[in-house]
Nanobody, 120 residues
Framework: QVQLVESGGGLVQPGESLRLSCAAS????????VGWYRQAPGKERELVAI???????NYADSVKGRFTISRDNAKNTVYLQMNSLKPEDTAVYYC??????????????WGKGTLVTVSS
């Protein structure tokens, strides 16, 4: 079993920055693809950013140039650096990890989410 703990959310003003963290623990041999998603009130969950094992990244058009996803495989932790935040970035942010477990099973896990509110 794998547990994900997200942190770093909060209330900020437009233009400010936040760094989200997603720490994974449990039976993890290796991270595969990792990502951040978000869900704003009344909207569907959407992809924010993903990072693959090969080092490639992909971002939603709405966050390109402002957000950066990174991963520390040694610490089993995924980060999302969010700069120049806008009110439309307000959402619950979810971490998603695709892992290879010690039993050589490939599993997909979601965090419980952390709320980011951007408001003046």
């Amino acid at each position: 079993q794998v547990q994900l703990v997200e942190s770093g959310g909060g209330l900020v003003q437009p233009g400010e920055s936040l760094r989200l963290s997603c720490a994974a623990s449990g039976s993890i041999l290796r991270f595969n693809t990792v990502g951040w998603y978000r869900q704003a009130p009344g909207k569907e969950r959407e992809l924010v950013a993903i990072a693959t094992n090969s080092g490639s990244t992909n971002y939603a058009d709405s966050v390109k140039g402002r957000f950066t996803i990174s991963r520390d495989n040694a610490k089993n932790t995924v980060y999302l650096q969010m700069n120049s935040l806008k009110p439309e970035d307000t959402a619950v942010y979810y971490c998603n990890v695709d892992v290879l477990t010690y039993s050589f099973s490939r599993m997909d896990y979601w965090g419980k989410g952390t709320l980011v509110t951007v408001s003046s």
